[in-house]
């Protein structure tokens, strides 16, 4: 069965009778504000993409790695990779996955036959993990926004080669923080590899850019099971320079750091301390937990009813709201003071 993610407008715009243009889409964690893109020469269109020595050239420097994999998003690998072990390693069975996070990673390895075992925000305890086994962190978290350091991810690094197992580092969001919170430099055996994304902090999720960065042996196994033209020549073209250009990487983090200490403001006023438990996140999306869990679904309602959509977990007792630039933060804060005097005046 299809997940529902954030990102469905048009349907939701359909379900509230509101036209697409006169929403506020903050349901993902896309940068509202996005690379430019560069002019792309005409015979780029017209030729099958082979894969630019310049994107790779750029993206091992951006990612500080000597391997990876260009995908055409990093979901290509998530979906792929449980079928994938299997034949690497036929003894394993148990998958440990956070309870709450991009919930693709566990439909993969269900579908696959796996055995799921679930961690809320505190990591699996390292002395119980079974022998071959996987474990998946993402990190930050989506929507939790729970980080774990360096140093945390290498003792299990450490304990999972022990064990002839495997850690799925998903490192989606990370991009907004310091570089040297990133596990891609110590990546080196088969027993670790990382997913990056591309189309999230540099806010362009349609181009479907993401990488995988790993050693040679897992490198090679994916690259040949994805095969030729997984990213198409234009999508090449912009990503290079985006990973180039550290000079709009920089403004980029301190804008949408700016963007979300002012939106986390907002949203605590708005809401108060009355309705709401706490806020997390990372500074490409905030996550509301409310005191009263089914505050989260009728304030969703509230919100969409004024053209503001953001994301109801599927568990439907948090809120995730992407980051919203200076100029719609007010329609945001808007709206949400309407659905907080509604969702009051109900009790
Ligand atoms: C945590 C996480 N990992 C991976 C992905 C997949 O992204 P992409 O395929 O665009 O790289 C997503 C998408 O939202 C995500 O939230």
């Not at 140093?151 to 064990?163: F, G, P, S």
Request: aromatic letters at 10%; a neutral charge.
């Amino acid at each position: 069965m299809a997940l529902m993610h954030g990102g469905q407008l048009q349907q939701v715009a359909e379900q509230y009778e509101i036209p697409l243009i006169d929403w506020l889409d903050l349901s993902t964690g896309i940068a509202p504000t996005s690379y430019p893109i560069p002019n792309i020469p005409v015979n780029v269109w017209q030729q099958l993409p082979q894969l630019s020595p310049k994107l790779i050239a750029a993206a091992k420097q951006y990612y500080q790695c000597s391997q990876l994999v260009i995908t055409n998003g990093s979901q290509a690998i998530i979906k792929a990779l449980p079928d994938v072990y299997r034949k690497k390693n036929a003894n394993g069975q148990a998958v440990y996955l956070p309870v709450r996070g991009y919930k693709e990673h566990a439909q993969a390895w269900k579908i696959a036959g796996y055995k799921l075992h679930w961690y809320q925000d505190l990591l699996p305890e390292i002395e119980n993990l079974a022998e071959n086994s996987v474990v998946v962190i993402i990190n930050p978290n989506n929507p939790t926004g729970q980080f774990y350091t360096c140093d945390v991810i290498k003792q299990y690094h450490e304990k999972l080669k022990q064990l002839n197992g495997l850690l799925v580092l998903d490192e989606a969001f990370i991009d907004v923080m310091p570089s040297e919170n990133s596990y891609c430099p110590q990546v080196n055996d088969n027993h670790c590899f990382v997913l990056r994304s591309f189309g999230k902090f540099f806010g362009l999720a349609g181009i479907r850019i993401g990488f995988l960065v790993a050693n040679n042996d897992w490198c090679n196994t994916f690259a040949a099971l994805l095969g030729p033209w997984q990213v198409n020549g234009p999508a090449q073209i912009i990503a290079q320079q985006a990973l180039s250009d550290t000079h709009w990487q920089e403004q980029q983090k301190q804008t949408l750091k700016k963007w979300r200490t002012a939106q986390e403001q907002t949203l605590w006023q708005v809401f108060s301390k009355a309705l709401i438990l706490d806020i997390k996140g990372c500074d490409l999306f905030l996550t509301i937990a409310f005191k009263q869990a089914d505050s989260a679904k009728k304030i969703y309602h509230l919100l969409c009813q004024q053209g503001v959509y953001c994301r109801l977990a599927d568990e439907q007792d948090t809120l995730r709201f992407g980051i919203t630039s200076a100029d719609t933060l007010a329609r945001l804060e808007n709206a949400c003071a309407h659905a907080c005097e509604q969702l009051i005046s109900e009790k």
